[in-house]
Structures are given as structure tokens and as C-alpha cells.
């Protein structure tokens, strides 16, 4: 069974940093492109950032361009989401989110990390 | 940031029939297939549709989808109390280079 773990999520001050991981499990990591996707409380879903398998093609939301940076490693089957300069408005549960090799979109998604930003 | 547009809310009644809408523009829905997420309070997304209209494994044939043009919707046939939940739709955008998401709908059974 396909299986993402999300962990590293927890409370920062604003302008602070934090590293969430992804731990993948029960596919072939390094054949799919992989996701992070946030969901602010009571709001809705929001992409954040896509890496693709081979990591040659990288995209972000322009609401984290240049304060976030997605990686992987296809070693450790491992996604990363590197965010520096949080601000209150980055609250939110993040999830991993596996990209189906069939077709445009997510399949699968992890059980989330939260991420509070708040002095 | 929600580019695809859906009703804050539906209903109905045990048995009905519930339709909830998306729209979106030529640079997503119009361009690239529609997914739709089935999402509990405290839990993750879970996939109901995808390519448009077709089902994944383990889910009901109640659920349908359609696409036109720059629009899509999702079906609910035979509502039950445990459709209780928040419905999103997405898709790339070759603008933004990024997945969109629809701005929620909750479905209650009333």
C-alpha cells in the first residue's frame, strides 16, 4: 500500500524556519513526482510546490517563491519542504501528496504535518 | 489561493440526488482533466474522481463526474449520512504552473 508520513511540522515564530520531511513507502519513489499541498484552518486546499521525479522540474506557488524550497532524496525515499522567513499567513496542515504516473493529478496524500506560525 | 469555483455548501435528504459545480478558466479546467476529493474533518484528502469522470478502486458508483468546456461537477446519487463532508475539485494550471483547487463545498445530509 502506498503510505506517506509527513513529520517536522510544529510551532515557529514569524521569520523563523522549519524543515518538514516525507517518508514514502509502497511504490517506486523515484518514478513519481511528488507534491506539497497546505490547508490553512477552516480554509481550503492550497498547492504549495511540485518536484518532479528526476527533480530536473521544479514549481512553486507564488506565495512561497523564494522562501520555500522542495527536495528529494531518491536514497532515503524521502520529499523535503524546506521554508525559511515564515509568516502567520504559512499556518497550516501540509501534506505530502504523491502526482499519479497515469494521469494530471494527485493520487495520494499523507496524513499532514502542522506548521503554527505565531510569536 | 482558489482559482476554481464551487458552492460553499449542498444538501439533501437520504436518497436524493446532489450535484455540486466547478469552474474554472481555458488554463486549467479547460485544458487539463478535473480530480475531486472527498475530505473528513482532521483527515486527508481522499480521492473520489479523477480524469473527469472516472472512479478509483472502492468507490461507489454514486459518484460521478462530468466535465465541459471550463466547467466540471460531481454527482452524488443516492445520498447517505456518511457523504457528510468537504468536496474539492483541482486541476493544473498552465498559467501558474500549479495545481488549483476549487474553494470547498460542504455537503450535508440533512
Known amino acids: 500500500d502506498v503510505q506517506l508520513v509527513e513529520s517536522g511540522g510544529g510551532l515557529a515564530q514569524p521569520g523563523g524556519s522549519l524543515r518538514l520531511s516525507c517518508a514514502a513507502s509502497?511504490?517506486?519513489?523515484?518514478?513519481?513526482?511528488m507534491n506539497w499541498v497546505r490547508q490553512a484552518p477552516g480554509k481550503g486546499l492550497e498547492w504549495v510546490s511540485k518536484?518532479?521525479?528526476?527533480?530536473?522540474?521544479?514549481y512553486y506557488a507564488d506565495s512561497v517563491k523564494g522562501r520555500f524550497t522542495i527536495s528529494r532524496d531518491k536514497a532515503k525515499n524521502s520529499l523535503f519542504l524546506q521554508m525559511n522567513s515564515l509568516r502567520d499567513e504559512d499556518t497550516a496542515v501540509y501534506y505530502c501528496a504523491r502526482e499519479s504516473g497515469s494521469y494530471s493529478g494527485i493520487d495520494y496524500w499523507g496524513q499532514g504535518a502542522l506548521v503554527a506560525v505565531s510569536s | 489561493q482558489s482559482v476554481l469555483t464551487q458552492p460553499p455548501s449542498a444538501s439533501g435528504t437520504p436518497g436524493q440526488r446532489v450535484t455540486i459545480s466547478c469552474s474554472g478558466s481555458s488554463s486549467n479546467i479547460g485544458s487539463n482533466a478535473v480530480n475531486w476529493y472527498q475530505q473528513f474533518p482532521g483527515t486527508a484528502p481522499k480521492l473520489l474522481i479523477y480524469n473527469n469522470y472516472q472512479r478509483p478502486s472502492g468507490v461507489p458508483d454514486r459518484f460521478s463526474g462530468s466535465k465541459s468546456g471550463t466547467s466540471a461537477s460531481l454527482a452524488i446519487s443516492g445520498l447517505q449520512s456518511d457523504d457528510e463532508a468537504d468536496y474539492s475539485c483541482a486541476a493544473w494550471d498552465d498559467s501558474l504552473n500549479g495545481y488549483v483547487f476549487g474553494t470547498e463545498t460542504k455537503v450535508t445530509v440533512l
Open positions: 518536484i518532479s521525479s528526476s527533480s530536473t522540474t521544479i
Open positions: 509502497g511504490f517506486t519513489f523515484s518514478s513519481y513526482s
